[in-house]
């Protein structure tokens, strides 16, 4: 997924397998067949919106932040902000109260001062009502994602929204709209796209080394069985039951005839792994379960010019050259793989994800993932579920940037 931001996913969605995702209930962002593939109304553009593409905000000096949900996963971003310049941990909410006197721990034990504090079930209003908050940062159960991140909207404040940012098409769209109409950013926090091998691997395809890349292959594959009980309410096991069950394969067809295969299971016992490979003209990377690079050209290495083949994976000694010769240059800057590393969070990504937000916004830049990103990706949501619903049709997608998809050229990390 990382390489096919900028709105390469308006295509046709084939689903060849089974699925977790939503449904489309009261949608009023409804589907059609037509012959034999299922076609969504893309809605024109209210006259009082305006594209987000490119869209940057003035530069905002000390990003305040007001996080909800305080549950596994928020208390890690409260402990990567502690390590960011250019950001104020401003206001904490959880539905239990005593999760967000834990996280006033975190800060105190930093030596940061307590943030204010809100809990019970509507507590986030009053958060994002806030006058001096500037960002929303929501780690919740997914069922809150949308209906948080619009008001927070509506309330002038930018929001950070963890995976997925919507469940439903007719949420896709109401990220989009309230977006374009409040002139705020709406970024869907996928940490994946910043982990170094991804990074390093983006940064050899956007120069040419694979050749032209003509297929991806991503996913989520994860065993959750050690967590299920910890999810507040059980909102994921509920989610699953209500939706549909492992194993979800998403199979996509972009406008340029590339090819992406997307997997999604989290209940089957097996290794973790996010797949990853990128298949080009000139060779892949992989990542799991076996990480490495196949590619055809000359490589200097300590003794002398070695010729790699594309049907054999780098030595070791190889694989550390390519990776040190192209190390993303967002990596490189003022040693941020090295603090990320230090700081953690999957290894680092999720702490090169906070920075890189906080840093646009610092400096007024457009971030490296927009609301067309979150749109696109967490559609995947409902289409999955609507095509197996059919028979596994193909599925066309919404453009959700109403026939601006290709106005950007490539992934750009604003500098
Ligand atoms: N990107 C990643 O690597 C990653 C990893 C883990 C989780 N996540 C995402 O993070 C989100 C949270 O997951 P989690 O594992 O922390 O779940 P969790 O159940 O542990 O935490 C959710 C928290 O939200 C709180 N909450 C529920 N309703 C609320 C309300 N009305 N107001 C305020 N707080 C409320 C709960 O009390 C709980 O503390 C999910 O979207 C999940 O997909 C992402």
Redesign the pocket.
């Known amino acids: 997924m990382t390489l096919l931001k900028n709105h390469n996913l308006f295509f046709t969605v084939t689903i060849i397998a089974l699925a977790l995702f939503a449904g489309c209930k009261n949608d009023p962002y409804s589907y059609k067949i037509k012959g034999s593939k299922i076609v969504y109304n893309t809605p024109a553009r209210p006259s009082n919106q305006q594209s987000m593409l490119g869209f940057a905000c003035d530069p905002i000096e000390n990003v305040r932040v007001g996080f909800?949900?305080?549950?596994?996963?928020?208390p890690d971003a409260l402990r990567r902000f502690a390590h960011i310049d250019g950001a104020t941990i401003a206001a904490l909410?959880?539905?239990?109260p005593e999760?967000v006197e834990k996280a006033q721990g975190i800060l105190e034990r930093r030596n940061i001062p307590r943030a204010a504090e809100y809990s019970g079930?509507d507590?986030?209003m009053e958060l994002c009502r806030r006058e001096d908050i500037d960002l929303v940062y929501l780690?919740?159960?997914?069922q809150?994602?949308t209906k948080m991140a619009v008001y927070a909207m509506e309330h002038g404040k930018h929001v950070a929204i963890?995976?997925p940012a919507a469940t439903s098409i007719a949420e896709c769209w109401e990220l989009v709209n309230t977006s374009e109409r409040t002139r705020k950013h709406c970024m869907m926090?996928e940490?994946c796209c910043y982990d170094y091998y991804e990074l390093t691997c983006l940064n050899m395809a956007q120069q040419g080394l694979f050749g032209e890349i003509v297929h991806a292959e991503g996913g989520y594959c994860h065993n959750l069985e050690p967590y299920w009980d910890?999810?507040?309410g059980d909102?994921r096991m509920d989610y699953n039951k209500e939706h549909r069950g492992d194993v979800t394969s998403t199979l996509i067809r972009t406008r340029k005839g590339k090819t992406i295969l997307i997997e999604h299971s989290t209940m089957t016992p097996r290794p973790y792994s996010r797949m990853y490979q990128l298949v080009g003209t000139k060779g892949i990377a992989d990542k799991y379960p076996h990480k490495g690079i196949a590619v055809g050209l000359k490589l200097d290495t300590n003794i002398g010019i070695e010729e790699l083949d594309a049907e054999k994976f780098c030595t070791e000694e190889e694989y550390l050259l390519l990776m040190e010769q192209y190390q993303h240059p967002i990596t490189s800057t003022g040693g941020l793989a090295e603090k990320a590393k230090q700081v953690g969070g999957?290894g680092g990504m999720?702490f090169i994800m906070d920075y890189r937000l906080i840093y646009c916004l610092n400096n007024g830049l457009p971030l490296d993932q927009d609301v067309y990103d979150a749109a696109e990706w967490s559609s995947l949501v409902e289409l999955t579920e609507v095509s197996i619903k059919h028979g596994s049709m193909p599925v066309v997608m919404p453009d959700f940037t109403r026939g601006e998809w290709d106005k950007i050229q490539g992934l750009q990390f604003a500098e």
Do not use: K, T
């Open positions: 909800v949900g305080l549950g596994m996963r928020g909410c959880d539905l239990i999760r079930e507590g986030w780690s919740v159960p997914w809150y994602h963890e995976v926090l940490n910890r999810y507040q909102w999957h999720d």
